[in-house]
């Protein structure tokens, strides 16, 4: 088999236009700088509170406010009498994602994180790491971020769907870390390619690169196992992952909006997809 470049494409009408809709409206600064104020602010900020920090007037920063709202940059919601204006996630990554394909930097992508750590140890999972990988799953759980799955799977069940051969633990010091797991998307031979994947890291563990040197074996194992397609799907509060992902070649396919609820709450995702190089 023989690597192949990336060909480029057109940037397609509709991409060119949504796109040109979004840098228009962050073409006057008093937007651009009421984004950030708000994208730095966990809990939002509302309209009043906007019109301190920036030194304007109320009516000018709603003004800018109503045309980011139309936008879809921000949302706005009463509390009271008072206006909040939270940052809509979705713009985290649809943004970002937008900008590197209006200047061409979805092609080439990375095959897979460089700066992997040395004391981060990636094999393949053993019997004996079932129930480490459950607690982890639980774990990720807990965070309300990583899955729309409330209860652990049970060992057979994710046994019997996860791939053979390409299911990973990291260790750190002797103890188990994380995991990774590819699944078929297709029992449809046409589909023998593609996989959805998961990557989970244990609490205490974040930060570390433990992420980093899970993807970097799962992708390159990927690809030498001639999978052709990757494909995740990423809560778009979880930036670090949806970053971590497209640091091993995943590019954000699209936001698929209000997908399923969690706990009676409706989330947005992230659609993520990673084509091997490998022809």
């Given at each position: 088999?023989?690597?192949?470049?990336?060909?480029?494409?057109?940037?397609?009408?509709?991409?060119?236009?949504?796109?040109?809709?979004?840098?228009?409206?962050?073409?006057?600064?008093?937007?651009?700088?009421?984004?950030?104020?708000?994208?730095?602010?966990?809990?939002?900020?509302?309209?009043?509170?906007?019109?301190?920090?920036?030194g304007?007037?109320?009516?000018?920063?709603?003004?800018?406010?109503?045309?980011?709202?139309?936008?879809?940059?921000?949302?706005?919601?009463?509390?009271?009498?008072?206006?909040?204006?939270?940052?809509?996630e979705?713009?985290?990554?649809?943004?970002?994602?937008?900008?590197d394909?209006?200047?061409?930097l979805?092609?080439?992508?990375?095959?897979?994180?460089?700066?992997?750590?040395?004391?981060?140890?990636?094999?393949?999972?053993?019997?004996?790491?079932?129930?480490?990988?459950?607690?982890?799953?639980?774990?990720?759980?807990?965070?309300?971020?990583?899955?729309?799955?409330?209860?652990?799977p049970?060992?057979?069940?994710?046994?019997?769907?996860?791939?053979?051969?390409?299911?990973?633990?990291a260790?750190?010091?002797?103890?188990?870390?994380?995991?990774?797991a590819?699944?078929?998307?297709?029992?449809?031979?046409?589909?023998?390619?593609?996989?959805?994947?998961?990557?989970?890291?244990?609490?205490?563990?974040?930060?570390?690169?433990?992420?980093?040197?899970?993807?970097?074996k799962?992708?390159?194992?990927?690809?030498?196992?001639?999978?052709?397609?990757?494909?995740?799907?990423?809560?778009?509060?979880?930036?670090?992952?949806?970053?971590?992902?497209?640091?091993a070649?995943?590019?954000?396919?699209?936001?698929?909006?209000?997908?399923?609820?969690?706990?009676?709450?409706?989330?947005?995702?992230?659609?993520?997809?990673?084509?091997?190089?490998?022809?």
């Open positions: 088999m023989t690597a192949v470049a990336p060909k480029a494409a057109p940037l397609p009408d509709a991409e060119a236009g949504t796109y040109s809709e979004w840098f228009a409206c962050l073409a006057e600064p008093m937007r651009v700088k009421i984004l950030h104020a708000v994208a730095t602010a966990p809990r939002g900020l509302t309209i009043g509170a906007l019109t301190e920090v920036l304007t007037s109320q009516s000018t920063c709603s003004h800018h406010v109503r045309r980011l709202a139309d936008v879809g940059f921000v949302l706005l919601r009463k509390q009271g009498t008072a206006t909040v204006v939270t940052v809509n979705a713009c985290c990554t649809g943004l970002p994602h937008a900008a394909a209006v200047m061409g979805l092609a080439p992508r990375p095959c897979c994180p460089a700066d992997v750590p040395a004391d981060v140890t990636v094999r393949p999972l053993a019997e004996t790491d079932w129930d480490d990988v459950r607690r982890i799953y639980a774990q990720g759980i807990a965070t309300g971020l990583a899955t729309f799955e409330t209860a652990v049970s060992r057979a069940s994710l046994d019997a769907k996860w791939l053979p051969g390409h299911r990973w633990v260790e750190v010091g002797g103890a188990v870390a994380g995991w990774a590819a699944t078929p998307t297709s029992p449809r031979p046409c589909y023998s390619g593609v996989a959805e994947t998961s990557v989970y890291v244990a609490d205490g563990m974040r930060g570390r690169g433990v992420g980093k040197a899970l993807i970097h799962q992708v390159t194992e990927a690809d030498a196992a001639g999978l052709w397609t990757l494909q995740t799907s990423i809560f778009t509060e979880n930036r670090t992952s949806v970053a971590l992902h497209h640091s070649g995943y590019r954000t396919i699209g936001v698929r909006e209000r997908i399923a609820r969690l706990n009676g709450t409706w989330h947005d995702t992230v659609f993520l997809e990673r084509r091997s190089a490998i022809d």
